[in-house]
């Protein structure tokens, strides 16, 4: 779905698009180089295998483990479906579609939060799906 030149030069939006290319191109130095030293990732929100403490990833060096341990080993399509900005944030209604080593793989559906500091750079992303909700493709 297309967005309002309004939303386009929104830096919440800027980097929400430029985290997807990353993640799509598995650029991980890049997708990093998005982020402020004190992001914090919650994606899913809540606990859940990722954050089992619920409190999220905190800390561009746990954000990075996380692509180590998880996102280096796997492909994710993305599909935005419709997006809003608003200030420093925006919000998307998103398809992802993970595909595992091997064969298989997780499409989740859901919204995907994203804030900015002011200069730009990624401070907070959240998703907000539940694991229960996922479709699983088989291997």
């Known amino acids: 779905m ?15 698009r430029n985290s997807w290319r990353c993640v799509m191109a ?16 919650e994606d899913p929100i809540g606990i859940a295998p990722t954050n089992p403490d619920g ?18 080993k796997v492909e994710i399509q993305i599909e935005t479906h419709e997006s809003f900005a608003a200030a420093n944030e925006s919000a998307h209604r ?8 091997g064969g298989g793989g997780m499409i989740v559906n859901g919204i995907f939060t994203y804030r900015v500091n002011e200069h730009g750079k990624l401070t907070n992303l959240r998703g907000y799906w539940a694991l229960d909700e996922t479709q699983i493709r088989p291997a």
């Open 94 to 101: 998103m398809t992802l579609t993970t595909s595992f080593p």
């Open 55 to 72: 409190k999220g990833i905190q800390g561009k060096a746990a954000v990075e483990r996380f692509w180590d341990e998880t996102m280096s």
């Open 2 to 16: 297309p967005t309002s030149p309004a939303k386009e030069g929104n830096p919440a939006m800027l980097a929400a």
């Open 26 to 41: 598995r650029d991980k130095q890049a997708w990093l180089d998005l982020m402020a030293d004190d992001i914090v990732m």
